[in-house]
T-cell receptor, first 113, second 118 residues
């Protein structure tokens, strides 16, 4: 099925470093969402973005909805070991597609203490 | 715990058997979604309900798959004549979304049912 292009696929960083990951799409989305998934669990919502250009923070996390509505990025500042996991972007188109999220392939984050 | 609840957490079955999974959404959410996730991939949309009405189905949902939400509360996903390719994590999610500001509300996921077909 259709998926977003999410990069990087994986990151290995030291505790305290900042992290940045992004998602691009060939389609316009009305909503961008960022989720984190731990092994054996479902995705947990981190940040939701609803307007082009919107910049939203949640603690050490900051995400932006690209002005073209075809991309989004997520930054994590001052990483800690519990940030380890898989981060997914997800986009939602409008109209009759309101029910469906399209997910990226995920970014695997490893944080070394 | 008032999150999305899925049962069972794990299911191992032999090829050709039928399996059924259950999802209990967050109580005030009228939208319910089923997704499938294979190793190393993001979740892929299968179907969604608004109340008891099934409003959209993916091409991934072959005729061996059927989902129901008879009273607009919990939902079941049944897979008939399972195949090894059906092995995956089946995720359920729910959201608000009938009108106004809730129409675009984010999805909240359960912890999934991991299906292994041997």
């Amino acid at each position: 099925g259709q998926q977003l292009n999410q990069s990087p696929q994986s990151m290995f960083i030291q505790e305290g470093e900042d992290v940045s990951m992004n998602c691009t799409s060939s389609s316009i989305f009305n909503t961008w969402l960022w989720y984190k998934q731990d092994p054996g669990e479902g995705p947990v919502l981190l940040i939701a973005l609803y307007k082009a250009g919107e910049l939203t923070s949640n603690g050490r996390l900051t995400a932006q909805f690209g002005i073209t509505r075809k991309d989004s990025f997520l930054n994590i500042s001052a990483s800690i070991p519990s940030d380890v996991g898989i981060y997914f972007c997800a986009g939602r188109a409008g109209g009759t597609s309101y029910g469906k999220l399209t997910f990226g392939q995920g970014t695997i984050l490893t944080v070394h203490p | 715990d008032t999150g999305v609840s899925q049962n069972p957490r794990h299911k191992i079955t032999k090829r050709g058997q039928n399996v059924t999974f259950r999802c209990d959404p967050i109580s005030e959410h009228n939208r319910l979604y089923w997704y499938r996730q294979t190793l190393g991939q993001g979740p892929e949309f299968l179907t969604y309900f608004q109340n008891e009405a099934q409003l959209e189905k993916s091409r991934l949902l072959s005729d061996r798959f059927s989902a129901e939400r008879p009273k607009g509360s919990f939902s079941t996903l049944e897979i008939q004549r399972t195949e090894q390719g059906d092995s995956a994590m089946y995720l359920c999610a729910s959201s608000l979304g009938s009108s106004g500001a809730s129409y675009n509300s984010p999805l909240h996921f359960g912890n999934g049912t991991r299906l292994t077909v041997t």
